[in-house]
């Protein structure tokens, strides 16, 4: 793995464009030599504390302001993950370097943002993922760029109901030696309240919708289209419809007829069935947790406001190591803190594995942190 350290500020710019562009169709480009000069290019135009890392084997370029023990976590995970998704799904390994940023809350919020209060995305035409959460949106983003990947590779451009189902899908899974195990999120509540009230989208409007009615009820369509792909995976022919789908995409290039043929029935039966089988399934209790921010500091309130006077072994402050004991916390992403209750208000506020910023005056110093959050412990 190799690194760079970095030293200026940096723009990034959001593109629509899904082809990957002639650059990715070259057998004989040196994905290597890329990436060394992506790394360069951001040594010039990146901002001082952050650094780059670069995966050789799976063509990923990282640019990071986290600390050390927070990107290798972030880099292991990534790793992991991708080989779970090729186990889990028969995909094309990417044709060119992904770049993932990982930047501080206030150059982010510099970015243009594909809407308000969006913790990360993915420009296709940049091949850059940029995210300041290191949990499901980084891992739904990341997603798009595998995909994105896979589609240049076979010269198709799926539907928005295929890449966001498995976007959707894989955010919330389980690593195993087989590949991702998905599991139940709380978006199954959405469907489920929808299919109660008979307001679900039929499936085969689901699978033909193009992608602006697909964001009028945007929350319904991405929650059926997980919990679509959920059915295809529990009973097993998650991986089999997708290969299908891409064997025959000139034909049905939406994939209801692959759909058919993976459940070998007509998708007007498959909807009841669909519906019942989704009034059967659960949300675990432990997934209303998820979502919770971690720092794992012990504080007390003090007349200034808020002190450290220790941290939890093991936790995202102690593995960063930028907060110190007897630090007075003065603000949390700019919301000033007066009080414990200021500051466990922000910190559930911010969400798990998100990124911030904390204020804290050191002897007689102000000095802004770059903090990752972690997620609470599983049950």
């Not at 991708?82 to 809350?105: E, F, G, I, K």
Request: aromatic share 8%.
């Amino acid at each position: 793995m190799e690194h760079l350290r970095l030293n200026r500020a940096f723009p990034v710019v959001l593109a629509a464009a899904l082809a990957g562009g002639p650059a990715a169709a070259r057998a004989a480009t040196d994905l290597g030599a890329q990436a060394r000069q992506i790394a360069r290019h951001q040594v010039e135009k990146f901002g001082k504390g952050y650094a780059t890392r670069i995966d050789h084997n799976r063509h990923i370029v990282y640019v990071s302001a986290l600390d050390d023990g927070h990107l290798r976590e972030t880099i292991q995970l990534l790793s992991s993950f991708t080989d779970a998704y090729r186990r889990a799904l028969p995909s094309t390994r990417p044709a060119w370097n992904v770049t993932v940023v990982l930047p501080t809350v206030d150059d982010y919020k510099k970015l243009p943002l594909p809407f308000p209060d969006c913790a990360g995305f993915y420009n296709p035409a940049g091949r850059r993922l940029v995210a300041i959460d290191r949990g499901r949106t980084l891992l739904h983003e990341f997603v798009h760029a595998l995909h994105h990947a896979d589609m240049a590779a076979s010269r198709q451009v799926h539907p928005i109901w295929v890449s966001e189902g498995l976007a959707t899908l894989f955010e919330a899974s389980r690593i195993t030696p087989s590949g991702l195990k998905p599991q139940l999120d709380r978006r199954l509540v959405t469907v489920q309240r929808a299919v109660r009230a008979k307001k679900a989208f039929p499936l085969k409007r689901l699978l033909t919708m193009g992608r602006s009615p697909f964001m009028t009820d945007a929350a319904l369509a991405y929650a059926q289209a997980r919990y679509v792909m959920y059915y295809l995976h529990d009973r097993g022919h998650l991986a089999g419809w997708y290969r299908r789908y891409k064997a025959t995409f000139t034909h049905d290039p939406n994939g209801l007829k692959a759909f058919e043929a993976a459940l070998v029935s007509r998708v007007f039966l498959i909807d009841p069935a669909w519906q019942k089988w989704v009034l059967t399934l659960r949300v675990p209790s432990s997934e209303y947790r998820t979502h919770e921010g971690r720092l794992g500091l012990r504080v007390q309130k003090v007349s200034q406001g808020v002190q450290v006077v220790g941290m939890v072994p093991g936790s995202a402050a102690k593995v960063a190591g930028r907060i110190r004991v007897g630090d007075l916390i003065e603000k949390f992403n700019n919301r000033v803190i007066r009080n414990t209750g200021d500051f466990v208000s922000a910190i559930r506020q911010a969400g798990a594995m998100q990124t911030v910023t904390i204020q804290v005056l050191r002897h007689g110093r102000r000095l802004a942190v770059i903090q990752p959050l972690g997620a609470p412990p599983a049950r």
